[in-house]
């Protein structure tokens, strides 16, 4: 009985080079997700580089039964290689912007390395012809690898750093490989894509990607930012008046118990200062309202600038403003008496009528206060009181 004979398993080959088109396919197919989420123009270079690196690499990895047809699709694979660079570069240069740039006179220049790598292959020596695509090539890259380390440097991302050392590495490694042999035949330059120039092209690759979802990140930051601005100027519009700049009532009603318990917890002095402008309706029937407006404005401006951080200016209504002091009454009526000379002094600098005066009212908080109303009140008379001695009554 003869034994049974066991067939030999068939041998399988495994081609670097088209397991590398394949993986270049697909770093451009989810670049192309990227796109659709983000749209931005950067990425459109990167995905047309990776498609160009993809078909190289398909090219690069067969075998042709003659030479005239491998040098042909060798010339075509270096063009790829070539186009695939300059766009990398185009990249960085459209980054983080939205729209393609492009310049006629770079047609010249891709018509030219066209004409150069599809014709010379027939004329000149093989070696020669990819020693030049790989010196063109690794130009490129160094000059793209420049551009990201710049941005890596400006932008602090991770993503553009990786990129960048990844092109300098492949740009490095093309150099080197051109100057050891310059008879390098299809094999052996695809062999050498296929090896470590593969790993790092898709280091590349996933610094792409990190520097996609950085920038994403970088906007949300921004758009944020812009948001807090926002939020915070509608706040401060809430509170603020818009024609003195001073506080508007509606602040006063926020900061009232606060202001109170902290007197009270540290027990620090408080005291209320009330304010009215003295004659302002005749001002405003003999000049106008809009010089009205301005005087308003003056005052504000000088109480705002007379009072300590810790105080508070507060437009009440009409011409009559309210100060909120951190101090002894002794103290708020020498402020009060203070704040009436520099008035007087503005009104003359601006020719203001003599009738035009500010009339004060100060009154201390009490430590069992359980609002300010009463101040103000017990200020309010006192002004009211200076007023009337004011007009002769």
């Not at 580089?49 to 690499?57: E, R, T, V």
């Not at 921004?222 to 603020?240: F, G, H, K, Q």
């Not at 705002?304 to 200016?313: H, I, L």
């Amino acid at each position: 009985m003869a034994a049974d004979v066991i067939p030999l398993a068939t041998p399988v080959t495994v081609q670097p080079g088209v397991f590398a088109a394949y993986g270049a396919l697909v770093a451009a197919a989810m670049l192309s997700l990227l796109y659709l989420y983000r749209g931005r123009a950067f990425i459109v270079y990167w995905i047309g580089s990776w498609l160009l690196i993809a078909a190289a690499l398909g090219l690069v990895a067969r075998r042709y039964d003659t030479a005239m047809l491998r040098n042909a699709l060798t010339g075509l694979a270096l063009l790829f290689t070539v186009w695939a660079a300059g766009l990398i570069r185009l990249a960085i240069e459209s980054f983080p912007h939205n729209t393609l740039r492009w310049q006629a006179r770079r047609l010249n220049v891709i018509s030219a390395c066209a004409l150069w790598f599809l014709i010379t292959p027939f004329v000149l020596p093989l070696s020669v012809v990819v020693s030049t695509g790989t010196v063109a090539c690794a130009a490129l890259l160094a000059w793209s690898a420049v551009g990201y380390f710049d941005l890596s440097r400006k932008t602090r991302t991770a993503g553009a750093l990786m990129i960048a050392v990844g092109l300098a590495a492949i740009a490095i490694g093309h150099l080197i490989a051109t100057t050891v042999s310059l008879a390098i035949d299809i094999g052996a330059w695809g062999g050498r894509l296929s090896g470590l120039t593969v790993i790092i092209t898709f280091f590349v690759a996933l610094g792409m990607h990190l520097l996609v979802f950085e920038d994403m990140t970088d906007e949300l930051r921004l758009t944020n930012r812009r948001l807090s601005a926002a939020n915070e100027e509608v706040r401060r519009l809430a509170i603020i008046d818009p024609l003195t700049g001073c506080y508007n009532r509606r602040f006063f009603d926020q900061v009232e118990r606060r202001e109170l318990e902290r007197h009270r917890r540290y027990g620090a002095p408080f005291s209320v200062a009330f304010i009215d402008v003295n004659h302002f309706k005749r001002l405003n029937d003999s000049l106008g309202h809009e010089r009205g407006d301005a005087v308003l404005w003056m005052i504000g401006t000088l109480l705002r600038g007379q009072v300590r951080q810790s105080d508070y200016a507060i437009r009440w209504g009409g011409d009559e403003f309210l100060l909120l002091l951190s101090c002894g009454v002794t103290e708020a009526q020498a402020k009060a008496h203070h704040l009436k000379a520099v008035f007087d002094r503005e009104r003359v600098a601006s020719a203001l009528p003599d009738y035009l005066t500010l009339s004060v009212g100060v009154s201390a908080v009490t430590p069992d206060a359980v609002g300010l109303r009463e101040a103000i009140r017990r200020a309010d008379s006192q002004m009211y009181i200076e007023k009337l001695s004011q007009s002769g009554v």
